[in-house]
């Protein structure tokens, strides 16, 4: 089983910056792909970013040039650095980790662009 908390979320202007956290229950990352996800009321949970336990990254189209995503594996901590914020980028972001069938979900963390 594993466990994974967020932080980091936030009311922050547009042009703004913010960094999430998503610590996980043990050194996990050599197994599992972690990845950012996103989700608004009425719309489709979207794949932010992803670091797959091989070390590569992808990004959205819409989040790319604007967002990093890094990992500390000697704290087994996720990041999500978002830089430039708009407000479409509004929304609960979620940590995940997943491996073949096996999916875990952090419970989420608010993100809010507004002046």
């Known amino acids: 089983q594993v466990q994974l908390v967020e932080s980091g979320g936030g009311l922050v202007q547009p042009g703004g910056s913010l960094r999430l956290s998503c610590a996980a229950s043990g050194n996990i990352f050599s197994i599992y792909d972690m990845a950012w996800y996103r989700h608004t009321p009425g719309k489709q949970r979207e794949l932010v970013a992803v670091f797959t336990s091989g070390g590569r990254t992808n990004y959205a189209d819409s989040v790319k040039g604007r967002f990093t995503i890094s990992r500390d594996n000697a704290k087994n901590t996720v990041y999500l650095q978002m830089n430039s914020l708009k407000p479409e980028d509004t929304a609960v972001y979620y940590c995940?980790?997943?491996?073949?069938?096996?999916?875990?979900w952090g419970q989420g963390t608010q993100v809010t662009v507004s002046s």
């Open positions: 995940n980790a997943a491996k073949w069938t096996n999916s875990y």
